[in-house]
C-alpha cells in the first residue's frame, strides 16, 4: 500500500502561484499513474489532472487547463502540482491520488485507490 502526503497548500491572493507536492512512500511509484483531486466546501471531490507513469502524458479538467501543470521526479517518488493565476474558486482541499491497481492513460477516475489526507488552498480575492 502506498502512503501520500501533500504539501505546500496555504493562502494566496487572487492571480497568485502555489506548488503542491505529494510525496509517495511503499509501493512502486513508478509505476503509477498519479493524479490530483480536489472538493471544496459543501462540494463532490472532483478530478483536477493526471500525469502517466513516466511522467510523459498530461490530463486536464477544463478548470485547470492552461494555468495548472502537473509534473513528477520518479527519483524522489514525487509529484507535484504547480498552479498559476489562482482564482477564488479554486479553494479547496487538494489530494493526490494514485492508480495502483491497473494503471492506463487516460486513467479510469474509478480506479484511483490510495489518497493523501489533503492539503489545504486557500485563494483570496
Known amino acids: 500500500q502506498v502512503q501520500l502526503i501533500e504539501s505546500g497548500g496555504g493562502l494566496v491572493q487572487a492571480g497568485g502561484s502555489l506548488r503542491l507536492s505529494c510525496a509517495a512512500s511503499g509501493g512502486t511509484f513508478s509505476r503509477y499513474v498519479m493524479g490530483w483531486f480536489r472538493q471544496a466546501p459543501g462540494k463532490e471531490r472532483e478530478f483536477v489532472g493526471a500525469?502517466?507513469?513516466?511522467?510523459?502524458?498530461?490530463m486536464y479538467a477544463d478548470s485547470a487547463k492552461g494555468r495548472f501543470t502537473i509534473s513528477r521526479d520518479n527519483a524522489k517518488n514525487t509529484v507535484y502540482l504547480q498552479m498559476i493565476s489562482l482564482k477564488p474558486e479554486d479553494t479547496a482541499v487538494y489530494y493526490c491520488s494514485a492508480d495502483t491497481a491497473s494503471p492506463v492513460f487516460p486513467p479510469r477516475l474509478y480506479e484511483f485507490d490510495s489518497w493523501g489526507q489533503g492539503t489545504q488552498v486557500t485563494v483570496s480575492s
Open positions: 500525469i502517466m507513469w513516466d511522467g510523459t502524458r498530461t
